[in-house]
């Protein structure tokens, strides 16, 4: 499964390919969204180590537009649900991931993203 | 000696070139044994559930290699309160992974299709890593040592966590492999080995009516011997301009008073557990005081 909380740990990793790797643009997205349990404590544990602006932008560009620009300094009860719902019920199912510096397509199949580069593209 | 020599363990040495060699006995191997070698693989090994037991509420994990997914669960009594990512290179273990379940919870795991020697992450992306019998597939020390500092780069350098697991020449005296050694082979280098898996026409979901009754696929490892894991990790650490020691090694003299921040890596665990070596490490960074 690709969701957005894995998608906001993901980096274009080819050769040479070290600015603007990230985030990666989503393509031809299909969304299906899969409820999953609310467990508080870790979303405010992760919160720290979300790239925000990254998050904010592919959430958008898959049509959730919840996320505030900026990230709250008070998160409350609300605010965390809608980030649950963001990180982890949003399940990319088809499409692709694309390098914006690069171009470099990582497709998406069966809700498995596709990573492996071909042997002239690996650093 | 086994008494069936088809699954007897076969000393061998690299000739082809180390990427054709993986693709073939390794990558090719596990997509095509995927589902037996599955059923076979269940029981999370004591050692790797307490690492995931001891990881703290809000904490990203890598599992890098996961296979079948069987650590992805877990901690199973703590569901939910962290979330480790598997990364495999086998297509059609990540779609049994994917489903992992352990006990009554139904939930879908997050799964990448990469390799474990490329870093498909940002930097220090994750708080924890685990590599369980993964390492030992690649097929030169450069590689087995480039493989350690993908998972290293890819934890946070401040409080990074890791647990990395390869099988051993010692072998457990309960285990049906014994592992031959050739001739060619030098001390501190370990041994590479087919292990066969034999696969029987009704496993394989692939086998044609006139496929023969079994077949026999030859999975290749390396061998770790004793001490051998710990100076791959120590040379992968220094390689990145790691200190190796405890976080008071950090604190040596600093030139002109400058400033600086010192990363190190330190070992907390180094042992043999049922014909495998494991080492618990992690990360740490320190600010140098004025001097």
Redesign the interface.
Known sequence: MVRLITHNLLACHVKGCTTNNFPLVFQDAQVEIHEAEFNEDFIRGFMPKIEWKALVDSARQLGDTSLPEEQPEMADDDFLKTLHHVLLEMHIEEGAMVCQNCGHVYPISNGIPNMLLAEHEIG | MPSDTSKAVIPIQVIDEP?AHEKRHVHEVYDQIASHFSSTRYKPWPVVANFLQSI?????GLDSGTGNGKYLPLPANR?????T?G?D?S?NL??IA?NANYGDTN?????????AI??????S???YAISIATIHHFSTKERRERAVQSLLQTLSPSHGRALIYVWAIEQDALSKRSIPISEQSSPGHGEDVFVPWVLSKQQDKSASDSAPERRVHHRYYHMFEKGELRDLICGAAHGMGLTVGSPREGLGPVADGMRQKIRGLEIVEDSWERSNYYIELRLWEVEAPDS
């Open positions: 990427q703290p509420t809000g904490w990203v569901s939910g309160e962290t979330w990512i990364l290179r297509q990540l779609r994917m939930c879908i795991r997050e799964v990448v299709l990469g390799d490329e870093t498909c992450w940002r930097v992306a994750f708080d």
